[in-house]
């Protein structure tokens, strides 16, 4: 006699394998739903995981970045401020020079200016030795000491600085250079030859000290000295301000692309918890009508029947 | 006279005994593992008359023909083969998860990401203790988690090794079990309840040994005894009548893979070649560890090899020549060389003698190696390449589940008790046991009729 019904065992195992799928899927989807994350390990979706890797290199990259560009930011302001006080500086000077200029002067008095020109050039000097923001000297490159001092080979008083500061990079391969070197502000060209700030206001304030006919001929060439100055230091200012322009849009541009790397990262890794509730639910519905139906038939037995 | 009524009626009460110990011995092992139905095929007793005896009335009742036992050779066959794909996918994939594990979750990716996050934010300012000091502690948790990573996948390894080998061991015992009950299948007696619990022993064994590896079964249709090959229909023989020969298994020293061999019966070893089962699933998850542990390791050496390379190539804070960052081989071997983070060669070489250097031009070449080199763009395709194994495999292994259980529900449903059937067979049998009873009382009343004839 060979039986064409189902057999106890058969049931019990389909019934096991149907329910423990219903639950395992509800389970996944609860998990997903409480993580806020679709993927709990990398091989529920290897593309997606990798994407997901990919935007979190992105997203650290991108902290750096920002943290190098505030960096560069406070080097430029403090730059930007230091050229003000030399313009200003600059200024004074050439009032002064335009005073000594003039014929009525006396030599004490010329001699009285020139003190004055010394003191600002002590000044200019302290400034163009000014530290940025991480103690380094701004205006000396990559001088692991100051920008201006006495050269240790020539033994003259001028830039010791290096060529140029370093370039930081602002990501995706852009850079800006948060520093003016020495020479880049303070050096300028005056009839044909090239010098400096400093070298201008010694010469300047030495000839009118010493007075006689020299010190009017000097304090004319000064004024011709301080123009050429304002010309230099009014250029580093244009420079400046563009960099700053450049890190606002570079800023700009980086925010706009960490709010788009969110958005990704939301639609690759996250929860949709709409679609997930509703599944969820339907899980639960079919779960719930199974063991339902798996009690039902389970109770159902001949031998309940038989007395 | 021929027949006898008393005698047809107990031969029918016996017969009615037995079939009810069939039903009852089915009630009480349905949910038996293994166990296969049984039914009672009765027969009737009677004799065609002889020379002289044409016409005569020659019935003796009914007897026990043989216990049926319900079992589908070709479904069991299916299990067996279904059973070993699934066992070999899930054991595969367990395997697969654990390294996927060992290597995702260490934390590598995220510390290679941090460690050239620190070299990049040391840009913004070479000379600062605090990002050099920074850099060192990003490099120290890089190499502690290459370490726990190759720690991880060392020890899934020897996890994974030792199942195999307790799984040898089993199909050992198990294939020396099957042998005994093939020498007690070769005396027992056709069609009694003895033979039937050997049939269902020797049935249950082969299951379990196919769990653990694809057998081929060849039955005996004369005493039931099965011969068993391993690795395919043509492998060698795992077991043949009373005797059980011996599956070995040797791991490789340096790769960790597992290989089998089986012993001949005509002495020597043979390879064996699993293709399905837990153990081939175990041996194919090793192969993979073995292919991810040198990928691991690769990329551990060509990070040392590239950052160890531009610092020696630099000058450091101090304005002497720069030492290596790490030191050792492998990412289970990687260690870190420098503490002091005034070590870090951010400086080029031009720099030598000048200490405090805030030229970055080393730096820049470093990271621009390592842009190039781009370690964790490769641990990206590892931990790709490993996930990806992975999910491809589970795809694999619920279609393989799915089917091994349509097989297991399949053979269920043929050979399983279904108590519905018992519960009408127990009353069938009941009756047919009372009026068994009820023909030996019409035989008493019959004698009693005949002797009150006076």
Do not use: H
Request: net charge negative; charged share 15%; no cysteine.
């Amino acid at each position: 006699m060979t039986s064409i019904s189902t057999s106890n065992s058969a049931f019990y195992e389909r019934s096991i394998m149907d329910l423990a799928s219903l639950r395992s899927q509800a389970q996944d989807l609860q998990t997903s739903l409480s993580s806020g994350q679709r993927l709990a390990r990398s091989s529920d979706d290897p593309v997606a995981a990798s994407r997901l890797r990919q935007l979190a290199l992105a997203d650290n990259v991108s902290g750096i970045d920002e943290v190098n560009a505030q960096r560069a930011s406070t080097d430029l302001q403090l730059t930007d401020g230091a050229l003000s006080s030399f313009a200003d500086y600059v200024a004074r000077t050439k009032e002064l020079a335009t005073q000594a200029a003039n014929g009525t002067m006396t030599d004490a008095q010329r001699a009285g200016i020139g003190q004055e020109i010394s003191a600002i050039r002590d000044n200019v000097i302290q400034l163009a030795n000014s530290r940025n923001a991480a103690g380094g000297a701004l205006f000396g490159g990559q001088s692991a000491g100051d920008a201006y001092g006495t050269d240790p080979t020539t033994g003259l008083y001028g830039y010791i600085g290096t060529a140029s500061p370093n370039a930081l990079p602002l990501g995706d391969g852009q850079t800006v250079t948060p520093a003016l070197t020495g020479p880049q502000v303070l050096g300028f060209t005056v009839g044909g030859s090239s010098t400096d700030l400093l070298a201008a206001l010694k010469t300047l304030g030495d000839a009118l000290q010493a007075g006689g006919a020299a010190a009017q001929a000097a304090a004319k060439d000064g004024i011709a000295a301080m123009n050429a100055a304002t010309d230099s230091i009014t250029t580093a200012q244009t420079v400046v301000g563009s960099r700053m322009a450049w890190l606002d849009l570079t800023t700009t541009r980086r925010t706009d692309l960490s709010q788009m790397r969110a958005d990704e990262e939301n639609t690759v890794g996250g929860t949709d918890a709409a679609s997930t509730i509703a599944r969820l639910q339907q899980t639960m519905t079919v779960l719930e009508a199974s063991q339902a139906s798996f009690v039902k038939l389970a109770g159902l037995s001949l031998f309940n029947l038989l007395n | 006279m021929a027949s006898d009524l008393l005698s047809i009626g107990a031969s029918g009460a016996q017969a009615a005994r037995v079939a009810l110990d069939v039903t009852a011995q089915n009630i009480s092992n349905a949910s038996s593992e293994g166990y296969v139905r049984r039914s009672v095929r009765l027969a009737e007793v009677s004799s065609s008359g002889g020379i002289g005896t044409i016409g005569d009335v020659s019935l003796s009742g009914v007897r026990v023909d043989r216990v049926v036992r319900n079992a589908d050779q070709f479904r069991q066959a299916e299990v067996r083969r279904t059973g070993a794909d699934a066992a070999r996918a899930d054991a595969e994939v367990a395997g697969l998860e654990n390294i996927e594990s060992a290597v995702d979750q260490s934390g590598v990716y995220d510390a290679m990401v941090r460690f050239q996050g620190s070299l990049q934010q040391l840009v913004g300012d070479p000379t600062s203790t605090s990002l050099r000091a920074n850099v060192i502690e990003d490099a120290r948790t890089m190499v502690g988690t290459f370490n726990i990573a190759s720690t991880a996948l060392t020890s899934a390894g020897q996890t994974l090794q030792f199942e195999a080998t307790d799984g040898v061991n089993q199909v050992n015992t198990l294939a020396q079990e099957l042998a005994r009950v093939n020498l007690r299948l070769s005396r027992a007696a056709d069609a009694t309840s003895d033979q039937t619990a050997l049939l269902d022993q020797r049935d249950s064994l082969l299951q379990q040994i196919s769990a653990y590896s694809d057998v081929n079964a060849q039955i005996n249709s004369v005493d039931g005894t099965v011969t068993v090959r391993i690795g395919g229909s043509s492998g060698e023989k795992l077991l043949d009548g009373g005797s059980a020969y011996a599956l070995s298994m040797a791991v490789d020293p340096t790769a960790g893979t597992l290989s089998f061999t089986i012993a001949m019966p005509t002495g020597g070893t043979a390879p064996v070649s699993a293709t399905g089962g837990s153990l081939a699933g175990k041996a194919q998850a090793l192969a993979k560890l073995d292919d991810v542990r040198s990928r691991l390791n690769g990329l551990a050496d060509s990070l040392m090899s590239t950052v160890n390379g531009a610092q020696t190539a630099g000058a450091d804070l101090n304005g002497v020549a720069g030492t290596p960052l790490f030191s050792g081989s492998g990412a289970g071997g990687m260690t870190l060389a420098l503490s002091n983070g005034a070590g870090i060669a951010t400086a080029p070489a031009s720099a030598l003698g000048t200490p405090g250097s805030r030229d970055a031009g080393n730096l820049n070449n470093l990271r621009q190696a390592l842009a190039t080199s781009n370690p964790t763009g490769g641990m990206d395709a590892l931990l790709f390449d490993i996930s990806g194994t992975v999910a491809g495999r589970k795809v694999t292994r619920e279609a393989l589940a799915t089917i091994a259980g349509s097989a297991r529900v399949s053979l269920a449903a043929q050979a399983g008790v279904d108590l519905d059937n018992e519960a009408a067979n127990l009353i069938r049998y009941q009756q047919a046991f009372q009026a068994s009873g009820r023909v030996m009382q019409t035989a008493k009343d019959i004698f009693d009729t005949l002797v009150a004839i006076r």
